[in-house]
T-cell receptor, first 115, second 113 residues
Framework: ETGVTQTPRHLVMGMTNKKSLKCEQHLGHNAMYWYKQSAKKPLELMFVYNFKEQTENNSVPSRFSPECPNSSHLFLHLHTLQPEDSALYLC??????????????FGPGTRLTVT | KNQVEQSPQSLIILEGKNCTLQCNYTVSPFSNLRWYKQDTGRGPVSLTIMTFSENTKSNGRYTATLDADTKQSSLHITASQLSDSASYICVVSARAAGNKLTFGGGTRVLVKP
């Protein structure tokens, strides 16, 4: 395991539901990331938090709402999703966002299916 | 626009055989290149990282090469094992604020007995 955990591992939700994804890192890192991985497409960066501050929102629809209460925890709140939002959602962390040599460690992902 | 292209998209090899995966990139200014292995339903795990001055880096049976002039990298898997079945993702980092990564689409490798 990489030290980054995600829950739940699988989630099925209807388009009118509200759910949250949780990510926790035990590596003492200061930067955390949300990625979306759709079938046969490269990973897409969604949000970045550095020292609890959001530093990047990659034009993500407002039905995805991130929250970072501290450097160890990251949430992704979901509401009124669309079927095309079905994907693997990956959380990652790194020592900080500013250094390109910092490796990002990924969690196992949450497989989301929107019905 | 920064891009990373990988080939082939998928390949099947017999256990014990070797294979080579390709990665071409247009990321600029270049900082480093990583190869990740992603098992089905899991997150990516780093195999190697190479900076501009490094031509080759090994991690067990995995050997990565980098040609910064032609902006190409390869990942060679030696004596493949069933556990090598996974997607292999090439990731290039730009030397700019924010540690922004550009991901390739991956090569799906299936090792058959």
């Amino acid at each position: 395991e990489t030290g980054v955990t995600q829950t739940p591992r699988h989630l099925v939700m209807g388009m009118t539901n509200k759910k949250s994804l949780k990510c926790e890192q035990h590596l003492g890192h200061n930067a955390m990331y949300w990625y979306k991985q759709s079938a046969k497409k490269p990973l897409e960066l969604m949000f970045v938090y550095n020292f609890k501050e959001q530093t990047e929102n990659n034009s993500v629809p407002s039905r995805f709402s991130p929250e970072c209460p501290n450097s160890s925890h990251l949430f992704l709140h979901l509401h009124t999703l669309q079927p095309e939002d079905s994907a693997l959602y990956l959380c990652a962390s790194s020592q900080s966002q500013g250094f390109t040599s910092d490796e990002q460690y990924f969690g196992p992902g949450t497989r989301l299916t929107v019905t | 626009k920064n891009q990373v292209e990988q080939s082939p998209q998928s390949l099947i090899i017999l256990e014990g055989k070797n294979c080579t995966l390709q990665c071409n990139y247009t990321v600029s200014p270049f900082s480093n290149l990583r190869w990740y292995k992603q098992d089905t339903g899991r997150g990516p795990v780093s195999l190697t990282i190479m900076t501009f001055s490094e031509n080759t880096k090994s991690n067990g049976r995995y050997t990565a090469t980098l040609d910064a002039d032609t902006k190409q990298s390869s990942l060679h898997i030696t004596a493949s094992q069933l556990s090598d079945s996974a997607s292999y993702i090439c990731v290039v980092s730009a030397r700019a604020a924010g540690n922004k990564l550009t991901f390739g689409g991956g090569t799906r490798v299936l090792v058959k007995p």
